[in-house]
C-alpha cells in the first residue's frame, strides 16, 4: 500500500481520535489518507495551537495526542507546544513535512533540520526514510512519549517517502507494567514516617493518575497526615477536605509555607524540579522522601534523603498498607496554619470594586463551576489567585501549565477538554496578553460549533510581570498596550460576546454563558493594583505572625 496509508493504520491501531494541525503540501499524501480514515482532523488558525490541544488532549487520557504540520515555519511553530508537552509531562506526538529527500525538488527553500531542532526538547525525534520503517517508527514515537515520564516525540515525514510503495505489516503494540519500587526502600520509607513527628504530604504534577489519587485518598483517610499541592497538583485529592494545607502558589512566604516549616518529613509524591518548587529543603532535621516514576534530579533546590523509584499508586498503597504506628504524630500546628489559610481565602471574596478585585473573581468562578467543570487557566498573574483560591474538587478540573508556562495555551486547552469531555462544563481563563497570542481559534471553536466559555481578565498590560516590576522597585515602564472591543471582535466571529460593567455582574453573566450553547466570550475587567501589595507583602506579614 501506499506508505501515507500505512502511516494512518499505524495512528489508528495507536487508538488516535484527532489529528491537530495545518496540513502543507508536504502533508498532501498523508492528509488524502486521512480522508479515508476515522481519524478526524481538526484543522487549526495556528500550529502552536494545535500543540497545545494535542498536549492538553495526552494530559487529559494519558493517551499521545496528534498535531501535524508542514516543513519549515510549521515546524518551527511547534516548538513551543513541543516544550509545554515534554515539560509538563504531557504526551504528544507531533508530525511534520519535508521535501523529497531522495531528489532535490527546490533546492533548500524552507528546508530545516526540524529533527535536529526538536532534540533538545523530545524524547524522541526522527526523519522517516522508507516506507517500511514505518511501523517501527511510529509504534517507538507513541511508546516514548507515554512512557513515564510522559513527554513528547517527533516524526518527519518526507513528501516522497509518504508517496512510495510499502509492503511492510504492522507491529503488534506491547503493553508495559510499570516497575514498583524495591521493597527496602518502602520499608526504608515506612520507618522514616512512622518515626517522623510531624510528617506533611506534597501532591505534585505526576500524582495526577486516576489510581494514584484513589491511593492518596486512602492513605490520607488512613494516616490522617495533612497534604499541600503544587500548582500542577491541584485537584489530585479534593481540596475541600480538612487535611488540605493550601497550595504552593508562591514559592515561599505564603501560609502554606508556615506548615512546611513546622513538618520534620515532607512525603513528596510525584513533585520533580521541572515545575517551579516550593522551597521545602534545607531546614536541618527536616527529611524529604521522593516518591516517583523515575529517580530524583539533584538541585540545590531538591535533594532528597530517600528515593522511592516505580510505580506511584503502587507505592503509597503499600506505604498504607505497611504503617502501623501513628500514635507519636503532632499536627495541631497544621491546623492552626489551616485556619488562617481558610480566613485568608475569603479575605476580599465579597469585594465589590469594580473593576473585579482578583480575590472576588477567583470566589465567583467557584460558585459557577460544578465539583467536574473544568477551567483552562492561560499565564499570568491571575494563575497565582487560582491557584492559591480555587479549591479543586476533582483531579484535571484546573487545567495549567507551571512547567514552561507558556503564554497562549488557555484557550486551545480549553477546546481540547471540550473535545475529550463533551458533557462537562469548560471555561478557558485568559489574561487578555495571552488569549490575542491564539485568539483566532475562535473561528476553530465556532466551526467545531463548540459549547465554549471564555472569560478574558482584562488589565490593558502583561499583568505578571507589571506586578514583577513593581515588585523590583522598576518605575512603571514598557508593558502597557491596547485591545479591541472583545464583544465585537466575539461577535465577528460568530460568538457571542459579553461585557462585564460591576462586580455584581459576574455571576449572572457566567451561569447564563455555561447553560447556554455555542462559544461566549466574557470580557471583564481586573483590578490588579494592590498584587505587589499582597502577594510580596501583606502575605508574608500576616503568616509570619501564625
Request: charged share 25%; hydrophobic share 45%; aromatic share 8%.
Amino acid at each position: 500500500m501506499k506508505a501515507s496509508d500505512l502511516f494512518v493504520k499505524a495512528l489508528e491501531a495507536e487508538d488516535v481520535e484527532y489529528v491537530f494541525g495545518i496540513p502543507g503540501e508536504e502533508n498532501l499524501d498523508l492528509l488524502d489518507s486521512l480522508r479515508n480514515s476515522n481519524i478526524e482532523l481538526i484543522l487549526t488558525r495556528h500550529e502552536q495551537a494545535a500543540g497545545f490541544m494535542a498536549a492538553t488532549y495526552g494530559r487529559l487520557t494519558g493517551k499521545a495526542g496528534v498535531c501535524m504540520s508542514t516543513l519549515g515555519p510549521g515546524a518551527t511553530n511547534l516548538v513551543t507546544p513541543a516544550a509545554y508537552a515534554q515539560l509538563g509531562g504531557m504526551p504528544i506526538v507531533m508530525i511534520t513535512g519535508q521535501k523529497p529527500v531522495k531528489k532535490s525538488k527546490q533546492g533548500h527553500f524552507q528546508i530545516i533540520d526540524a529533527v535536529d531542532m526538536m532534540r533538545p526538547i523530545t524524547k524522541f525525534t526522527r526523519q522517516l526514510v522508507s516506507g517500511n520503517n514505518i511501523p517501527a517508527r511510529v509504534r517507538e514515537a507513541f511508546r516514548m512519549a507515554e512512557e513515564e515520564r510522559p513527554g513528547a516525540s517527533h516524526l518527519e515525514l518526507p513528501e516522497d517517502v509518504a508517496a512510495e510503495q510499502t509492503d511492510a505489516h504492522l507491529l503488534e503494540i506491547s503493553r508495559v507494567r510499570r516497575p514498583t519500587a524495591e521493597d527496602k526502600a518502602i520499608r526504608f520509607a515506612i520507618e522514616m514516617i512512622e518515626a517522623a513527628k510531624s510528617p506533611l504530604l506534597l501532591i505534585g504534577a505526576a500524582a495526577n493518575r486516576k489510581l494514584t489519587s484513589k491511593m492518596l485518598r486512602e492513605f490520607i483517610d488512613k494516616t490522617g497526615i495533612p497534604f499541600f499541592t503544587t500548582q500542577m497538583g491541584k485537584g489530585v485529592v479534593d481540596e475541600r477536605d480538612p487535611l488540605f494545607m493550601g497550595n504552593a502558589a508562591l514559592s515561599a512566604n505564603d501560609f502554606v509555607h508556615r506548615a512546611i516549616e513546622a513538618a520534620d518529613l515532607i512525603i513528596n509524591v510525584g513533585h520533580d524540579v521541572i515545575e517551579k518548587p516550593p522551597f521545602f529543603m534545607g531546614k536541618e532535621g527536616r527529611k524529604v522522601i521522593h516518591v516517583n516514576f523515575t529517580s530524583a534530579a539533584v538541585d540545590p533546590v531538591y535533594f532528597p534523603q530517600l528515593e522511592v523509584v516505580g510505580d506511584i499508586a503502587n507505592s503509597i498503597w503499600r506505604f498504607k498498607e505497611g504503617i502501623t504506628t501513628q500514635s507519636a504524630w503532632d499536627f495541631a500546628r497544621f491546623q492552626t496554619v489551616k485556619e488562617h489559610v481558610e480566613a485568608n481565602i475569603l479575605e476580599g471574596s465579597d469585594d465589590d470594586r469594580f473593576p473585579v478585585y482578583p480575590q472576588r473573581l477567583v470566589a465567583d468562578v467557584r460558585k459557577m463551576m460544578p465539583s467536574d467543570g473544568i477551567i483552562a487557566l492561560d499565564n499570568g498573574v491571575y494563575k497565582i489567585w487560582f491557584a492559591r483560591n480555587y479549591k479543586a474538587h476533582r483531579p484535571n478540573t484546573v487545567l495549567l501549565d507551571n512547567a514552561l508556562a507558556s503564554m497562549g495555551a488557555g484557550l486551545p486547552s480549553a477546546m481540547a477538554a471540550r473535545l475529550v469531555f463533551p458533557d462537562k462544563k469548560v471555561l478557558a481563563i485568559c489574561g487578555d496578553g495571552g488569549f490575542m497570542m491564539n485568539s483566532q481559534e475562535i473561528e476553530t471553536a465556532v466551526r467545531l460549533k463548540m459549547n465554549l466559555v471564555v472569560l478574558i481578565l482584562r488589565d490593558d498590560a502583561y499583568g505578571m510581570i507589571k506586578w514583577k516590576q513593581a515588585n523590583m522597585h522598576f518605575e512603571n515602564y514598557g508593558l502597557d498596550y491596547g485591545n479591541p472591543d472583545f464583544v465585537k471582535y466575539a461577535e465577528a466571529y460568530g460568538a457571542s460576546g459579553h461585557r462585564v460593567e460591576s462586580a455584581a455582574e459576574v455571576v449572572p453573566i457566567l451561569e447564563k454563558c455555561l447553560n447556554d450553547t455555542g462559544v461566549h466570550i466574557i470580557d471583564v475587567q481586573v483590578d490588579y493594583s494592590e498584587n505587589d501589595r499582597i502577594l510580596n507583602h501583606e502575605i508574608k506579614e500576616k503568616s509570619a505572625l501564625i
